[in-house]
């Protein structure tokens, strides 16, 4: 399966923004995907991810409350709302995704990755 991210952008703080992961090549109903973000000489961290039924979800302990991850497998795309945007969420913004297995945190289990898109978020 390959991925495509977008929707990155430059928000001010307390603002919104949607990220979508578009995927190609596969049946993408059969995938658990997962959002990760990194900043410049920083770890990538985990964000949110779905399972591939749809069923369950999971959300980093910084994000809860404010990001929504949801999918839509009609369009093979799984979105991230992001609402009340924080300048510690600026960060390049990757999709990943597993064939199947429940909602993962740890990269090494993300078989499949998009390009990342920025997100800036103003103070």
């Known amino acids: 399966v390959q991925l495509q991210a977008s929707g990155g952008g430059l928000v001010q703080a307390g603002g919104s923004l949607r990220l979508s992961c578009a995927a190609s090549?596969?049946?993408?109903?059969?995938?658990?995907v997962a959002w990760f973000r990194q900043t410049p000489g920083v770890a990538r961290e985990f964000v949110a991810s779905?399972?591939?039924?749809?069923?369950?979800?999971y959300y980093a302990d910084s994000v809860k409350g404010r990001f929504t991850i949801s999918r839509d497998n009609a369009k093979n795309t799984v979105y991230l709302q992001m609402n009340s945007l924080k300048p510690e969420d600026t960060a390049v913004y990757y999709c990943?995704?597993?064939?199947?297995?429940?909602?993962?945190?740890?990269?090494?289990?993300?078989?499949?990755w998009g390009q990342g898109t920025q997100v800036t978020v103003s103070s």
């Open positions: 779905i399972a591939w039924s749809g069923g369950s979800t």
């Open positions: 990943a995704a597993r064939h199947y297995g429940p909602t993962y945190i740890s990269e090494p289990l993300y078989d499949y």
């Open positions: 090549g596969s049946t993408f109903s059969s995938y658990t």
